[in-house]
């Protein structure tokens, strides 16, 4: 049986003056914003109007504007990302990931770079790496942030194969092949065989088959161990 896909669908659109409102209060609610001293009165006059000169995008989901992103074109030799928040409600679930892919695939369609200026105050997990907590920050651990992700190795969305589609065409490849996720029961494609899962659980304890993948030029197939 395959596994459902419970996330939401997401909808990446231009800012308009209804929504400003929900991004005042995704921002005041937000690191590094809040702890820099931002206030409700700050991003009121920031976004009113809303800003002359950028790219303004929000992340719609579940009928909720749950993110924010803002990008100065012609920055340098590039576009600089001047702004990307995620409701507090809704991190750790992959909307950040869509939103920063959504700009980057924007940005390296017309320049060469996107600059980012990140704050240097991530406490939890600066805290991991220094050894003085045992357990990786819930942002840092999810199986949609930025160590990991399973959005292809479940039930891809139409909306997750057109993000991958978009990598593919940055990075001029042809596929992505992935592991970690048990498949049931072979080794399976996905998002019109862009991406394929090869992780059938050779290990005892999960007692999958012994499979391989196949990679000639164009040709894909699926090795398969015969009988004994």
């Known amino acids: 049986m395959q596994p459902t896909d419970e996330r939401p669908h997401t909808l990446i659109r231009e800012m308009r003056p209804e929504d400003r409102d929900a ?90 770079n996107l600059f980012a200026c990140v704050s240097d105050f991530n406490d939890g997990a600066r805290a991991f790496l220094l050894g003085e907590k045992t357990s990786l920050p819930k942002d840092l651990s999810a199986e949609d942030g930025p160590l990991w992700t399973r959005m292809y190795s479940t039930a891809p969305s139409r909306e997750d194969c057109a993000q991958l589609h978009e990598a593919l065409a940055m990075l001029k490849a042809k596929r992505m092949v992935m592991g970690h996720t048990v498949q049931k029961p072979d080794i399976s494609p996905a998002c019109d065989d862009k991406a394929w899962r090869i992780d059938v659980g050779l290990s005892k304890f999960y007692g999958g088959p012994i499979e391989a993948l196949e990679i000639r030029g164009d040709e894909v197939k699926v090795l398969k161990e015969g009988p004994r």
Do not use: C, N
Not at 28 to 40: E, I, N, Y
Not at 60 to 76: D, N, S, Y
Not at 98 to 107: A, F, G, M, N
């Open 23 to 112: 991004v005042v209060a995704i921002l005041t609610s937000s690191d590094p914003w809040k702890r820099l001293g931002f206030t409700a009165v700050d991003w009121e006059r920031i976004f009113s109007p809303l800003p002359v000169g950028r790219d303004t995008f929000v992340l719609e989901g579940e009928g909720l504007v749950l993110g924010i992103a803002i990008v100065r074109r012609k920055f340098l030799f590039g576009d600089y990302l001047e702004l990307l928040g995620i409701s507090p409600t809704a991190t750790g679930r992959g909307f950040g990931s869509r939103l920063l892919s959504h700009i980057e695939s924007l940005t390296f369609a017309r320049a060469p």
